[in-house]
């Protein structure tokens, strides 16, 4: 009989959002006799409403029709999201993957919207120059944001659109090719760790195989 596990997940640091998921659960009161597997995304309804003005979309109206999605690609960047939040990222980057989730959403139901704003060259050269020095901890949306004149979620289509990465994904990618830098010049994994800013050996372990493929001691090996 498969294992029933229940979680949840919920910061301080985060209070506009907590997520629940369960599998093989009998909690919630299912049928009775029977076991069911699901994942559960609150969200506060007053930090939703300012990331949707923040972005152009409105407000929620009262009477607003409930949306139901059964899009089997937004299911999977749901559960991409979900994993993220029980991980151990950053906070930041938990956020701005959430921002990025849901504000897609609403691009999705109000198709006028689709075009993503354009960052000016000059614009977009300052942000990859903040991004690159700046410690992964302390990489602020908001920041940027506002140094682009754009919303938190505005910012994350435009950097997209120009980049093919969200801020955090491409500071992620930077700290990984010189992590391959420094694995080749023959640091020590806990070295490499500690000088790209990961919070352990073993979570640059595993952010370097999931961009490489490989583990960085076999990377380095071959």
């Given amino acids: ?19 629940r998921r369960a599998c093989h659960s009998r909690a919630c009161n299912p049928a009775p006799g029977l076991a069911w597997s699901y994942q559960m995304l609150h969200v506060d309804a007053d930090w939703l409403t300012h990331l949707r003005l923040e972005s152009g979309f ?21 559960c991409a999201l979900n994993r993220l939040l029980f991980s151990s990222a950053c906070n930041g980057e ?31 050269s300052g942000l990859l120059a903040r991004i690159e020095h700046q410690d992964p901890a302390q990489l602020s949306l908001e920041v940027l944001a506002r140094e682009a004149g754009l919303g938190r979620y505005q910012l994350i289509r435009a950097f997209r659109a120009a980049t093919g990465f969200t801020p955090h994904a491409y500071l992620l990618n930077a700290r990984v090719n010189r992590g391959r830098q420094l694995l080749s010049e023959g640091l020590a994994l806990a ?21 490489v493929g490989v583990t960085p001691g076999q990377y380095r090996g071959n």
């Fill in 94 to 124: 938990k956020d701005a993957a959430l921002i990025a989730f849901l504000g897609d959403l609403d691009v999705a139901a109000h198709p006028p919207l689709a075009a993503a704003p354009v960052l000016k060259a000059a614009t977009l």
């Fill in 191 to 211: 070295e490499v760790a500690y000088q790209l800013g990961f919070a352990d050996q073993s979570h640059f372990q595993r952010v370097f195989k999931a961009h």
């Fill in 1 to 19: 009989m498969p294992r029933s596990h229940a979680a949840l997940w919920r910061d301080p640091a985060l209070a506009h959002v907590e997520s």
């Fill in 58 to 78: 409105g407000g929620i109206e009262a009477g607003e029709p409930v949306r139901i999605c059964r899009e089997a690609e937004v299911y999977r960047q749901f």
